[in-house]
């Protein structure tokens, strides 16, 4: 079979919800948005559930009634877009619970569904999502009537734990909830590391479950395993792939794997940048990465690999981040479709 695995280890997310959980003596709920960072909201979201989580979020509604068709009735689900136009037959439908951001949503939500559970987002300083102080200054009252479930912001910089910036937003959101008996929720990953002061009564892990930085003592949940195709033995001169992106010093011998930049694979992953793994043994790529196919520099390997693994304990998530000069959410949510997904636990 010439299709690249995709294995996704659920002990490895509980575990990682888990650990985050025994961090903070609140709630710690879980996000689910962009398909559970790219590796399956309806298998992540029930692996959850089951392990205890109560309430989940996504980004818009849509991803909201399917993780709601996999998980079924009980755990909340949360919206972070709130209650867009044409919303309400399937916040009302689906029970989502839409995380309001302007006084238009408000209004919209408090007409078309009446008493139907919201929340509240406040915007501390990111100037992304949610209403700001004089916004929420005119609206509170209002709100406050139909009774939020929950009053939340997010923190721009809380993977830096010594930025200026998690304390002004921290400041700003207890001066926008002073006074207000009303569940709270300011942290992410990020925000759930830096301390009891950023945790209020829930938390809302994402990138942490599913093994990336900055939850550093995550356990890696996605590993990734490329078929060999090809196996050929090169002369020293001889060049490598596109651009004649390696030249071979010795004799070599380059394996060619089923999987490229097509898979989220980026074409920044070139030579030098990653090994790919055979076992424990690390061999480099070779050349530049093309749609569908990597090569690999196999000499040193006493036999033919049938598979090489570009994702797993040695290499995370994050190494690959780095290496293509990006995040550890990108890695994960570019990983395409292609994949044959399996998963243990
Ligand atoms: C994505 C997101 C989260 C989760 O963030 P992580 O950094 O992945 O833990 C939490 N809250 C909001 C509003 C988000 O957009």
């Not at 996000?31 to 109560?54: E, H, M, P």
């Not at 690959?320 to 395409?336: C, K, M, N, V, W």
Request: net charge negative.
């Amino acid at each position: 079979m010439t299709t690249a695995r995709l294995t996704l280890n659920l002990d490895a997310l509980v575990t990682n919800w888990r650990n985050l959980d025994a961090l903070t003596n609140c709630e710690t709920a879980a996000v689910v948005k962009a398909n559970g960072y790219g590796l399956d909201a309806g298998r992540v979201g029930k692996a959850l559930a089951k392990a205890g989580a109560r309430n989940f979020f996504v980004a818009i509604a849509e991803e909201g009634v399917a993780l709601r068709r996999a998980i079924g009735p009980g755990p909340g689900i949360s919206v972070f877009a709130g209650h867009m136009e044409g919303d309400a037959k399937l916040l009302r439908d689906f029970q989502l619970t839409p995380m309001l951001n302007s006084l238009d949503q408000m209004l919209r939500h408090f007409e078309s569904l009446p008493g139907h559970p919201f929340g509240v987002q406040l915007d501390t300083g990111m100037n992304r999502l949610g209403m700001e102080a004089a916004e929420w200054a005119a609206v509170r009252d209002i709100a406050l009537s139909q009774g939020p479930v929950l009053l939340m912001s997010h923190l721009a910089c809380s993977d830096a734990s010594n930025h200026p910036m998690n304390a002004h937003q921290l400041q700003n959101f207890l001066d926008l909830t002073e006074g207000l008996d009303l569940p709270r929720s300011l942290a992410a990953t990020g925000g759930l590391l830096l301390g009891r002061n950023y945790h209020f009564d829930l938390c809302r892990p994402g990138i942490g479950l599913y093994g990336g930085l900055p939850f550093g003592d995550a356990l890696p949940v996605a590993q990734l395993d490329l078929p060999v195709i090809q196996i050929r033995s090169l002369d020293p001169g001889e060049t490598v792939g596109y651009g004649n992106g390696w030249t071979a010093q010795r004799p070599s011998r380059i394996a060619t794997v089923a999987a490229g930049y097509a898979d989220g694979l980026h074409r920044a992953l070139g030579s030098g940048q990653v090994q790919v793994y055979a076992g424990d043994t690390p061999c480099p790529v070779a050349g530049r990465v093309s749609m569908d196919l990597i090569t690999v520099d196999v000499t040193d390997l006493s036999n033919d690999p049938s598979h090489l693994s570009i994702l797993n304990e040695r290499q995370t998530v994050d190494t690959l981040a780095d290496a293509a000069g990006t995040i550890g959410y990108e890695i994960l949510t570019s990983l395409g479709s292609r994949y044959a997904r399996s998963y243990t636990g």
